[in-house]
């Protein structure tokens, strides 16, 4: 009894609610809270700049939002997203300088930049900010060159050009208490600006002097003589020259026409005449849609009426009666601020209509199984928890039983609806539901089968399949005769003696669907045509257009058939379908097939076999479907599964032709030691640095509808020709690419193919590493020219080196031996006639002379003792026998620092023959008894000493200098090398041979 007085109490409730116009309507909002990204749940104020991104301002930060990501500025943020304070209050955007304007409260103002998201420090707020900075900023309008900033007492303007800066007590306007004027918003309409103040009225102003040119007091607002004070929450200007007015007093409508202003009831009802409202945006359309205590309305253009609208994911709609903040963007969406966070809803015709948990209580259907139409807006939901009544146009939802789980509700030739569920049939009728059988006692035998497809063929046919392989049954409803048609009766081969549907074409041919047969079946003679399918999953449903049947096997996908069942094509997941696990097909309008699955729905367009997916979060139910649950009637197609079903009107697929605003939304550039963000919405190049690791180039696709299904595709005109698609994913990760000029283009397409690229591409400039750079590789052509130059340098000088030993050795060869052996020959002439013994002598002293010399030559030649140690060894072996035959003590000595040294061949014969020539004039002339050779360093050069204790003679007596010592001068010089000789009368000799360096 109470719970019928309570559904009567809210019928009435609804009716009277009729009388005033109102309506409802369910929309699927698309919701953001702080799981999401969003800084706040407490929203105070919506803006989209003109590059299309969202700004929403919060109590406690800024948020700039791209349809994917929210990225926040708030006071303790790094210095590129640092502002104020974080109570943001208001915010306007100065569209010609790219520039964003923020208030917060007890913070004061904060400049961002729109082209690169970040903040900037705008010098014109400096002196504002001094005076603003401990002030309640509540409101602010940007007229020209004029920031007007409304506080709780007074107004302030800001020359943004100069930065001259107007407090209250200097605008002054004679009449007007500018100090205590509590501003509470500060619109544009036309070309003037309007100040709403709460308890006094509005102010408009000249936007040129920035006076005022009109005042209207509250009182001009009181419609009805209310006692509370005024309170304005929102002004929006409307069409041309109005302004709407959201007040504690309810919905104004201001025009501007002639001289002085005027204000009306814009709608004249309960809705807006005196309730509060919050918040006004008008529609393209030109609906204008409030916010109040109750909710959110929509008033339709021209008409009286109003529709509440409510969100079909939240039937409680707590949210809805707190919507401070409404904002209508460039596509015709309605963004709601609130306490509870962000939404917004398409004014389009949404498709899904989701039907899950009632309206006026907790009922909630939790998986559904069968459903069927029993009146205008009343339904039948069977389930896995009971059977459901479903008020569609008030959502509410009533438990009829909740003993068994129902599989099966269709209606029979005389309208009456029989149910089946786990326990049997039954009849639907005034007082609930009773077994078949006493309705239709011929139904006694099948009274216990629980059946699950139903098909009214005839007006006194019924055909009958059940759940538990029993085949399927006909059943005359006026005879009562009943015949069963299955393998075991050998009348109708069923698979497994499974049916799992039955479907009537356009011709009234009747198809019973097995697990892989289909038989075209006459219920009246019981004749039957096989259509065997190829083994590709479970048959489980049909449908027909105008030359094909379509249908639904499980495990394959989409199948198209001819008529007479031939030219088997099957769409799976590889062409676009959500899943191969299909449950349910539907034809819409012989031009759209509706597809149910395991995964979401999809709709195939016929003309162009084109897929569209849809799932929970475009407003389905769940993203699961349940086998059986479904059917068609009028323009509406009804399908469950968990979580309820959903009411789907075809009408409401719109192809979306507006393709997707694309920007680069932000690029990391990853080096050994950092990591350099970069944001600039019309960058046209960018330089990376030589020693970078990886390029990160993200994306942003400005479609709020479905921002998850929005795909991307690149190509790099330097790398590849054909474009590379990257799917969903909106960034792209650059690494090892070579030094120089890339060109990068981006595109990005909706789920309806409209699709839009960057209007300018990308040039990457990747800077080149050290040595990699043109200078490098010319140091390096230089480097490698001048090592070659030189090498043939070197080459030619050996080989001058080698014909100058060359020419040495023929001089020495002419000078020395051959000199010696013409004077053999001589000799050797002269013993012919004179003294052969005298003579012979000569000539063996000529010829030992000549094979020493022939020995000191081939031993310069010989590179085993081109050290300074085999050099003086050599000296010691030519002196020792000269030194001892005349009884001379011979001491040769070097050190070990030096003994090994390298000498060139020229400084070695060189050395060899000053050394030689010096031990012969020692021994001819010295009369030394002591000889002392020896190899040092004097200053770090390399010194030949020789020294003897003999006579030594007078320097300055040049008849003692004879040839030798010339020919060591010269011999010396031409190695390099410096000749010094030091001696005196009775002091010996020493002969010095230092190397200049």
């Keep these: ?57 919060t109590q ?45 409260f007890s913070g004061g103002l904060s400049c961002i930049n729109t082209l690169t998201q970040t903040t900037l420090q705008d010098r014109a707020l400096q002196q504002a900010n001094v005076f603003l900075s401990k002030k309640w900023i509540r409101c602010l309008a940007l007229s020209g060159n004029t920031l007007w900033i409304g506080l709780y007492e007074g107004i302030c303007s800001l020359d943004l050009q100069t930065g001259e800066f107007s407090p209250p007590d200097k605008l002054a306007w004679k009449g007007i208490p500018t100090d205590t004027l509590r501003v509470k918003r500060i619109t544009t309409c036309g070309n003037r600006v309007v100040i709403c103040c709460d308890g006094y009225g509005l102010i408009v102003l000249d936007p040129k002097s920035g006076k005022p040119v009109n005042t209207l007091p509250a009182s001009m607002l009181n419609f009805y003589d209310d006692p509370v004070a005024l309170e304005f929450w929102n002004g929006e200007p409307g069409k041309g020259d109005t302004l709407y007015l959201a007040t504690n007093w309810g919905l104004r409508l201001m025009h501007f026409k002639g001289l002085q202003p005027t204000i009306e009831n814009p709608i004249g009802n309960s809705i807006t005449d005196k309730e509060t409202v919050f918040a006004c945006t008008p529609d393209a359309a030109g609906n204008l849609w409030i916010t109040n205590k109750q909710g959110l309305y929509r008033l339709t253009k021209g008409k009286g009426s109003y529709t509440l609208i409510q969100d079909v994911n939240n039937t409680e709609n707590t949210w809805g009666s707190i919507i401070y903040v409404l904002f209508n963007d460039k596509r015709n969406n309605i963004w709601a601020g609130s306490e509870e966070g962000l939404s917004y809803v398409s004014c389009h015709i949404n498709p899904f209509e989701k039907y899950y948990r009632s309206s006026i209580s907790p009922t909630r259907i939790q998986h559904a199984f069968a459903l069927y139409m029993e009146g205008k807006d009343s339904l039948l939901c069977g389930a896995s928890n009971g059977l459901y009544q479903v008020n569609l146009a008030e959502r509410s939802i009533q438990r009829i039983d909740s003993n068994s789980a129902y599989y099966l509700i269709g209606a029979l030739p005389d309208n009456q609806i029989l149910i089946s569920n786990n326990q049997g049939i039954f009849i639907r009728n005034q007082e609930g539901l009773v077994p078949a059988s006493t309705v239709y006692p011929a139904l006694k035998p099948l009274q216990h089968i629980q059946m699950n497809t139903l098909c009214s063929y005839s007006d006194s046919l019924v055909v009958l399949s059940s759940l538990f392989n029993n085949g399927l049954y006909v059943w005359n409803c006026k005879s009562g005769q009943i015949r069963s048609f299955s393998r075991r009766q050998k009348n109708l081969l069923l698979d497994d003696e499974t049916v799992t549907s039955l479907f009537m074409d356009k011709q009234k041919n009747l198809f019973v669907i097995s697990t892989s047969t289909i038989f075209r079946f006459n219920p009246v003679t019981g004749e039957n045509k096989v259509y065997h399918i190829p083994d590709k999953g479970v048959l489980m449903d049909m449908c027909e257009t105008s030359h094909h049947y379509w249908l639904a096997i499980y495990g394959a996908g989409l199948v198209r058939v001819n008529k007479d069942f031939t030219g088997l094509r099957i769409f799976s997941e590889k062409e676009g379908l959500c899943n191969n696990g299909v449950n349910k097909v539907f034809a819409y309008k012989d031009n759209m097939i509706l597809v149910t699955s395991n995964n979401g729905l999809s709709t195939l367009d016929i003309p162009s076999l084109r897929f569209r997916n849809y799932a929970q979060s475009d407003g389905l139910h769940s993203n699961a479907f349940e086998q059986s649950s479904g059917f068609q009637t009028g323009n509406f197609i009804y399908a469950g599964g968990i979580n309820g079903f959903t009411r789907i009107n075809p009408a409401g697929f719109t192809n979306d032709t507006i393709p997707p605003q694309i920007r680069i939304s932000g690029i990391q550039i990853h080096t050994p030691g950092s990591t350099k963000d970069t944001t600039h919405l019309q960058m046209q190049s960018l330089k990376i640095p030589s020693d970078v690791l990886q390029t990160s180039i993200f994306f942003s696709a400005l479609h709020f509808s479905n921002p998850d299904k929005i795909s991307f595709a690149y190509k790099i005109d330097e790398l590849q020709k054909d474009w590379i698609d990257i799917g969903h994913q909106n960034n792209i990760n650059l690494i090892g690419l070579a030094p120089g000029t890339y060109s990068l283009f981006v595109k990005a397409m909706n789920e309806d193919g409209a699709m839009s690229s960057l209007s300018v591409p990308l040039k990457l400039i990747y800077l080149p590493k050290w040595y990699q750079t043109l200078l490098f590789k010319i140091s390096i052509l230089l480097i490698a020219g001048g090592i070659l130059l030189g090498f043939f340098q070197y080459r030619i000088f050996q080989l001058r080196q080698q014909q100058q030993i060359r020419k040495d050795i023929a001089s020495d060869l002419h000078d020395d031996i051959g000199s010696t052996l013409n004077t053999v020959k001589i000799y050797a002439h002269l013993a012919k006639s004179g003294d052969q013994v005298n003579l012979l002598q000569q000539m063996e002293e000529s010829v030992s002379q000549a094979i020493t010399g022939l020995r000191d030559l081939l031993w310069v030649l010989d590179e085993k003792d081109d050290s300074v140690a085999g050099l003086l060894e050599r000296i010691k072996k030519m002196t020792s026998p000269v030194t001892i035959a005349h009884q001379i003590a011979l001491h040769c000595s070097t050190n070990e620092a030096i003994g090994g040294r390298i000498l060139s061949k020229k400084e070695k014969r060189n050395l060899l023959l000053i050394a030689k020539e010096a031990v012969n004039n020692a021994i001819k002339y010295a009369d030394c008894t002591m000889l002392e050779i020896r190899f040092m360093e004097v200053n770090n050069k390399l010194t030949l000493q020789i020294r003897d204790n003999g006579k030594g003679f007078d320097l300055n007596d040049r008849s003692d200098t004879g040839y030798g010592l010339r020919n060591m001068q010269d011999r010396a010089t031409q190695i390099g090398y410096q000749l010094k000789l030091n001696t005196a009368p009775g002091n010996g000799v020493e002969v010095w041979v230092m190397k200049n360096r």
């Excluded at 719970?3 to 409802?24: D, E, H, I, P, V």
């Excluded at 349809?67 to 010609?96: H, M, S, W, Y």
């Design 1 to 57: 009894m109470l719970r019928c007085f309570l559904n009567t109490l809210l019928f009435l409730c609804l009716g009277y609610a009729s009388l005033w116009g109102q309506q409802k309507q369910f929309h699927s909002f698309h919701n953001y809270t702080q799981k999401d990204g969003l800084s706040s749940y407490n929203i105070t104020k919506i803006r989209q700049d003109k590059f299309g991104f969202f700004w929403i301002a």
């Design 60 to 104: 406690d930060g800024l948020n700039c939002f791209d349809g994917r990501k929210f990225r926040v500025f708030n006071k303790v943020a790094q210095p590129l997203l640092a502002i104020k304070g974080n109570n943001v209050t208001d915010l306007v955007e100065d569209t010609l300088h790219n520039r964003l304007y923020l208030a917060a």
